[in-house]
């Protein structure tokens, strides 16, 4: 095999890109990772792992303003909100080296660069504008991920007008955010700031925050972070803004009427778009569809050598779906036995807000409409001795439950570390098992899980704490 | 109080049997169970059996409902005492004790449609949930296959290993509705390209590993030749003139079983079966003898292959009437273990089906070595003595595993074959 000739090239080393490397690898392939920028992608370096980061910050921050319930007296409490990024920039910086260390010690070549499409095989890296080498493949996937989505007539990443990276970023706390669009990112910034004491206004086009979670769940995580201090305008869009030198300038359009509010700063988070430009996909004949590649269930293109994964090929746009997407494609690939194309029914959605929410399968809507005849569980955390204990009570878990099968349809979750519980459902929901093998299980006492058996045993009327 | 502890392995229920499948345990663990009555579903590859309990005594399974296990391999307990044996609990009897007995003890009963393992039960609230199973199936998978009637065990798992999930058990049930769908818009013709999709499961899926089996594992050659049978004709017609005394229409086929007896008589090793490296030529003739029974559709077909024991003592009207009622026996589902085991040779005849003069190339049943197959007889105009005339032929294909029998033989042994059939006075010998 010449210098540049790879079993497999992959360009973009996000949670889709590194991941799909060190399978390859591990599979006997000679692979080449291109990345332009940083290892670990948006995910590690100005996603999922920061904002946890700053998050975390804020929770303590809460907690600390709850002190005196907690029989604990603090003084002098205050936000140094620099060392808060900081802290942030640090950990996300340690992940990216563990990126690195990871690729290395599975022998993939990282090669430096922006890589762009010679033909369905070959593949041109540049930097800084010259092309520095050619390598070419017998399969290439590409992992590109995806950037912040803007508004026709706003672009965001500007010192007042920002995107995540702005807003993980900034120097100081502003004294007001807008914050276009409810979806995660959205209500985790919301959370964030709010919490060091931002006023912090939320602008949501649909008549729900949270738009993809159930209604309930919606309905409710809205009052509880309406207790934190967040104004929500739903059924609203933002139709045109201005920055100024010391503030931005927001044309809110209402049900009653159009307003023009000032703001500190603003955050857009009205979603992502591919990132499939500027590869040159068009001259190898890759399809796209309103910015994404088109791919097969095993992630393949039109074009039989290339294949795509992550935020590149389609929603949800998630890291555990692109490192899943990553394994299934390479393992497909590689022609390995047990190659299995991801289920796209059982993809988790987490939001890190306060509360937390969280999610799988179908919600109520999604399933009468679906025409399954479901029977509801729920389960208060008010009623789960743990949650009591942390002094986090607030929430709920609901479950879906097919009627004639006991299948759990869904499991919709809002309270505290909800993130660290979905995973059962996402487990049992993989490994099929019904609510009677749920309503089996034993869950230790006292966790909030028992919350979740609570809530499916409640679907057959056996709920015991409520 | 001591608890004696009486093993029950997998019987072995027929000569062929080297493995069983539990199809179902018609007793729950912790039961008395009496000598006598019902104890277990008991699956081959070919048939079902109704085993029944060779002891009285607490019963406790060991093997779950589902799994497949080599004949003699433990499959439950009985004990004197209601709770499972553990170490201390003394043995009654060798385990290898039992399985004669219940070859002796149990009438066979056989159907023809398996008996699907009840896997469903697992779902249930019921004690027995969480014995591990061979079938590898979800929770869901296996409350679906109860509730839409799909039977796990014909599906093929597209899960991590070969478990099967729900999509198998769907696609399983769509596929079902799909075909009689298709069935029933093909009386209405035209439609659409697919007439009608055939699970390969059952007995369709056994016919398939057999015939594919067979065509890997020997070396097989097929030989065509015609032999005249117009004389042989003349002597059955005297025959079917007198059906009313003999009880039955002699066949033309009962003639040429024992024309083979003759040919196998002069050519033994025709007579054998290939187990284990060994050639194991037999002494009786266990007349094997291709039976087509009605597929799952109709547009199906299928294939079983009954036994009649001991062709070489009986006589023609015997092999006739015992080869109706073993013909009737399988096609109704109701054969033994015997009437499906223990061939030494095949006759698989394609006569009056196939057009005249067909020659086939038919595919040894394993482990038998030889295989005739009689087709549809053929008028030809034959020279005899100097002279033309007119002649029955019988079109005939043979087929011998090389690998047990050369040239020389098989060639000898047709042409006693043939020597018999056209010289029908032989048969008398």
Redesign the interface.
């Known amino acids: 095999m010449s210098e540049n000739k790879y079993n497999l090239i992959v360009i973009g080393g996000g949670p889709g890109g590194y991941v799909a490397a060190i399978r390859a690898s591990q599979l006997g392939m000679r692979v080449a990772l291109i990345e332009k920028d940083q290892l670990g992608g948006v995910c590690l370096n100005w996603g999922c792992i920061p904002a946890k980061a700053l998050l975390r910050s804020a929770e303590i921050h809460h907690l600390l303003k709850a002190a005196s319930a907690f029989g604990l007296r603090v003084s002098d409490m205050g936000v140094d909100w620099s060392a808060v990024v900081a802290r942030s920039r640090e950990v996300a910086g340690q992940l990216s080296k563990g990126v690195a260390h990871l690729l290395k010690k599975n022998k993939v070549e990282i090669i430096s660069g922006h890589g762009t499409f010679q033909s369905a095989n070959s593949i041109s890296v540049s930097r800084d504008g010259a092309e520095t080498v050619t390598l070419s493949a017998d399969h290439i996937i590409v992992a590109t991920g995806a950037r912040a989505r803007d508004l026709p007539g706003i672009t965001a990443g500007s010192d007042r007008i920002w995107n995540y990276r702005q807003a993980m970023t900034a120097t100081a706390l502003p004294s007001s955010l807008l914050v276009v669009g409810s979806g995660a990112i959205g209500i985790e910034f919301a959370s964030l700031f709010a919490e060091f004491g931002v006023a912090v206004s939320v602008v949501e086009m649909a008549d729900r925050i949270l738009p993809n979670e159930d209604t309930e769940v919606s309905a409710y995580a809205k009052a509880q972070f309406e207790k934190r201090g967040i104004r929500f305008l739903t059924e609203a869009k933002v139709t045109s803004m201005e920055e100024t030198a010391s503030s931005v300038e927001a044309v809110i359009e209402t049900n009653t009427g159009s307003n023009r509010e000032v703001f500190d700063c603003a955050l857009m988070a009205v979603g992502v778009v591919a990132n499939s430009d500027s590869l040159a996909l068009e001259k190898v004949g890759v399809e796209l569809k309103n910015s994404s590649i088109v791919i097969n269930k095993c992630g393949q293109t039109h074009v039989p050598s290339i294949w795509a994964i992550g935020d590149v090929a389609g929603g949800p746009w998630l890291a555990h779906k692109a490192s899943h997407e990553a394994v299934a494609t390479v393992e497909h690939i590689a022609g390995h036995s047990?190659a299995?194309p991801i289920n796209r029914a059982n993809i988790p959605g987490c939001t890190y807000s306060f509360p937390q929410i969280a999610s799988i399968g179908l919600t109520e809507q999604q399933a009468l409409a679906a025409n399954h005849k479901i029977r509801k569980g729920n389960f208060p955390f008010i009623g789960n001795g743990k949650a009591l204990a942390l002094g986090d009570a607030d929430g709920f878990i609901k479950t879906i439950i097919d009627d004639?099968?006991?299948?759990i349809l869904g499991a919709h979750m809002v309270g505290a570390e909800v993130t660290e519980l979905i995973h059962s459902f996402v487990l049992a929901r993989e490994?099929?098992?019904?609510e009677?093998?749920v309503g089996?299980t034993m869950f230790p006492h006292p966790t909030l899980s028992e919350a979740l058996h609570e809530s499916v045993l409640s679907a057959a009327g056996k709920a015991l704490h409520i | 109080m001591a608890n004696t502890v009486t093993e029950y392995v997998m019987p072995k229920l027929a000569m062929a049997m080297n493995e069983g499948t539990v199809a179902d345990w018609l007793v729950q663990d912790g039961d008395y169970v009496e000598a006598g009555i019902p104890l277990a579903a008991i699956e081959t590859e070919k048939v079902a059996y109704d085993v029944e309990s060779p002891v009285s005594g607490y019963f406790y399974s060991v093997v779950p409902v589902g799994q497949t296990v080599d004949c003699g391999t433990l499959l439950a307990h009985f004990c004197t005492e209601p709770r499972r044996p553990d170490a201390a609990d003394t043995s009654a009897n060798s385990s290898t004790d039992l399985p004669a007995d219940t070859l002796g003890a149990n009438e066979a009963r056989s159907k023809r449609d398996p008996v699907a393992p009840s896997v469903v039960d697992s779902a249930s609230d019921t004690a027995a949930t969480s014995e591990p199973k061979r079938l590898k199936s979800s929770p869901l998978a296996r409350k679906l296959g109860k509730q839409l009637n799909i039977q796990l065990d014909a599906l093929t798992g597209s899960g991590p290993g070969g478990r099967i999930v729900k999509r198998d058990v769907m696609a399983a049930s769509e596929s079902k509705t799909h075909q009689s769908a298709q069935l029933a818009t093909a009386a209405e013709a035209s439609g659409g390209d697919i007439l009608a999709t055939l699970p390969m499961s059952g007995l369709r899926k056994t016919i398939a590993n057999r015939m594919v089996q067979s065509l890997q594992n020997t070396a097989q050659v097929s030989c065509h030749w015609e032999s005249d049978i117009t004389r042989l004709l003349a002597q059955r017609a005297e025959l079917v003139e007198q059906e009313d005394l003999l009880g039955t229409r002699v066949s033309v086929n009962a003639f040429l079983i024992k024309a083979l007896v003759y040919a196998i008589r002069q050519v033994p090793i025709a007579n054998a079966n290939v187990v284990n490296d060994e050639i194991v030529i037999h002494r009786n003739i266990n007349m094997g003898m291709a039976i087509s029974i009605p597929g799952s559709t109709e547009y199906d077909s299928g294939l079983m292959v009954g036994v009649l024991h001991n062709v070489e003592s009986m006589g023609l009207v015997a092999i006739d009437k015992g080869m109706r009622s073993l013909i009737a026996r399988v096609r109704n589902g109701e054969a033994t273990s015997d009437d499906l085991s223990g061939s030494t040779f095949t006759l698989s005849s394609t006569a009056g089906i196939g057009p005249p003069g067909l020659k086939t190339t038919p595919v040894l049943n394993q482990p038998n070595v030889a295989l005739l197959g009689p087709s549809t007889p053929v008028e030809r105009p034959m020279i005899k003595d100097g002279d033309v005339k007119a002649c029955t032929m019988l079109p005939l294909s043979f087929t011998f595993d090389h690998r047990a029998l050369d040239g020389e033989p098989a060639a000898r042994f047709m042409a006693a074959l043939n020597n018999a059939l056209e010289k029908p006075s032989l048969l008398l010998t």
């Open positions: 047990n299995h004639d099968t006991g299948e490994l099929e098992a019904t009677d093998e089996m």
